[in-house]
């Protein structure tokens, strides 16, 4: 009943198992001896032999390297000269890549040299050597000898691929005596097309055999749902694998080529920054000053990246800045309080520094320290105990235009004929021999247009309660003075 | 306090048998045996165990990106807040847990406060993150901008224009920092 196809020529049944792959094609052989004959005739190999490593091996100065007889190619049969594709790779490209096929399936295979990758620091012969090793397919390879930064990227065109394939790049290698350094610290691998983003995780170039089962927390969580989690679920590729030549390979990743994608198939091998993560350095940027941060934003772009969030100046601006001027009964400086919301919090938090506003009813004028972000409060003349205040010939209060901005409301009070106000003891004990504008305690010009005169210091621990005060009180009573506008006290940190 | 120390973990001892232990292993290989309520102090160890009802108790939970040395640093800061925790179940005792805390701090260098704060941040021990990056804040407070990358390792990656713009739009904040 079968016999019927057994009659078909040879010839058919060849161009039947050309189509097949030269896996299948061996199998076939053993059906019968008319199978056997077509399946290991040229016609059937030379479908499986791509006319690239044909050209390869008659141009002799394509740079042949196995050079076992490449003048026999038309001596041999085409299933020969397969095998020798499989088995012995040769070198093209002017010696950049080595080119084999795929045994079972007749796909096209290379190695990149590595004098043709990428390799950070390869032109410092301190960090990279190159060094000739007979077992290698290349007259040279890049020795390792100690570096900081391990970097290796890798391309090759996608129309050398054989198409409708999913290709896997391997990382060739292998230890020396003084190899260390790779125990503790990931690489990061990437395979994809140049100029997209590509597939990547994270392996170990370790060779210790403990590494296997120690990386499935990177697979996909699901993983662990299949109550796997005490047996290393495929852990292939994640760690070395011992190769048939003596190197070890690591899987970099797996790339499919339809046969349409153009570019360069592009790899890479990067050592994983263990540099903290922002979130982290914002954590930490927070604890410490606004002045710092700024400071801080100076260090790299992850630094400024953190050192600009808002978590870190949400940090720094004090609730009750925000609760002022949120509320908007509380007398919020006019400039754009409702723009709150839209701004960063480092954009509100110098306005809070530059822009004094009004709480408590306009009793207090309220704004933050810019270095410190401490807060910092000027009192208001009228809510000052000024002695005769209420007497007209000797205080009134009058409006002064120059007053900071948003401010016009506040109200100043003039000295018209009062006596002047007596200045710390320590002053003026000081005061009795030198002049106060030369040491001690000056009166200091402000940057708007106002005099200040420091009172003294008090350091508030945080746990001390009731009302810190103020006085300034003339020593000797006597003469008649005048002529001195009060805008109130101010309250700030001291400058460190 | 040192009598009520060695009590409670002589007690503890006693009763290990019945304690339950979980198992991780860091990135070198090195398996920990640690007691339940210290291992559920790390959230990413709680979730794993309360996501997953399969897992047993020979589970060994491999925890990748935390090195043995980490580990020992956040074991014993995480086993000392146990101890605090299982003898004044209402507050803390502030000043043992500041002194502690002091003293622990005290023996690490910067390399090894990084490596903590990395692997705190991986198993997510809020509490003990908060205060290793409090440390870090107070070791580089007015510090110059090349201590602070030397510290931490950073490389700077802004190109010159970049940062000689960052440092002149903050110039007020680089008066008078410490010496390096």
Known sequence: MMSGILELPEGCIAAAISFTSPRDACRLACVSTTFRSAAESDAVWDHFLPPEYLSAISGSGSGAASSSSS???????????????????????????SFWLDKPSG?????????????????????????????????????LRSVCWFEIRGEISTSLLSPMTTYVPYLVFKPTEESFGFGNNPVEVTVGLSGSEG???????????????????????????????????????????????????IELGEFFYGGEEEGDLSMSILEVKRELPEGCIAAAISFTSPRDACRLACVSTTFRSAAESDAVWDHFLPPEY???????????????????????????????????????????????????????????ARELKIIWICTPEYWGWISLPEASEGQKRTVYLDTRRDIFPQLPRRFKRRQASVPP???????????????????????????????????????????????????????????? | ??????????????????????????????????????????????????????????????LPNVS???????????RAHEEFRRRMPEAAPEEEVRAFEAGYVDRKSNEE??????????????????????????????????????????????????????????EWAFEGVDED
């Open chain 1, 71 to 97: 003048s026999s190619t038309t001596t041999s049969s085409k299933k020969e000269l397969y095998l020798r594709a499989c088995h012995n790779p040769i070198l093209i490209n002017g010696g950049k890549l």
């Open chain 1, 107 to 143: 796909k096209k295979c290379y190695m990149i040299s590595a004098r043709e990758l990428k390799i950070v620091w390869s032109s410092t012969p301190e960090y990279w050597g190159w060094i000739s090793l007979p077992e290698a397919r290349f007259p040279e390879v890049a020795e």
């Open chain 1, 199 to 249: 597939q990547n995780r994270t392996v170990y170039l370790d060779t210790r055999e403990q590494r296997d089962i120690l990386f499935y927390l990177q697979l996909p969580r699901r993983r662990f749902k299949r109550g796997q989690a005490s047996v290393p679920p495929d852990d292939r590729g994640f760690s070395p694998e011992k190769r048939g030549d003596g190197w070890l390979e």
């Open chain 1, 322 to 380: 925000l609760s002022a001027i949120s509320g908007s009964g509380s007398g919020a400086s006019s400039s754009s309080s409702s723009s709150t919301t839209t701004s960063s919090k480092k954009e509100l938090y110098l306005r809070a520094c530059h822009n004094p506003i009004l709480i408590n009813e306009g009793k207090l004028s309220f704004w933050v320290d810019k270095p410190s972000g401490k807060k910092c409060y000027m009192i208001s």
């Open chain 1, 437 to 496: 504008d030369d040491r001690g305690f000056p009166l200091e010009k402000r940057g708007d247009g106002w005099l200040e005169i420091e009172l003294g210091k008090f350091f508030y621990g945080g746990d001390e309660e009731g009302d810190l005060s103020m006085t300034i009180l003339e020593v000797k009573r006597g003469n008649w003075k005048q002529g001195l506008v009060f805008q109130g006290i101010e309250i700030r940190p001291k400058e460190e």
């Open chain 2, 1 to 62: 306090m040192s009598s009520s120390i060695a009590s409670s973990s002589s007690s503890s001892s006693s009763s290990s048998k019945k304690e339950k232990k979980i198992s991780l292993k860091t990135s070198d290989g090195e398996v920990f045996e640690v007691e339940e309520p210290v291992a559920m102090q790390l959230e990413i160890v709680r979730s794993f165990f309360a996501d997953n009802e399969d897992v047993t108790e020979q589970t060994v939970m491999p």
């Open chain 2, 68 to 78: 043995t040395a980490a580990m020992h640093g956040i074991l014993e800061y995480c």
């Open chain 2, 113 to 170: 406060l990084k490596e903590m704060i990395l692997a705190a941040n991986y198993l997510n021990i809020s509490k003990l993150l908060d205060f290793l990056t409090g440390v870090a804040a107070k070791r580089i407070e007015n510090k110059s901008v090349e201590y602070v990358r030397a510290f931490f390792g950073v490389e700077n990656d802004f190109t010159p224009e970049e940062e000689a713009n960052l440092r002149r739009e903050y």
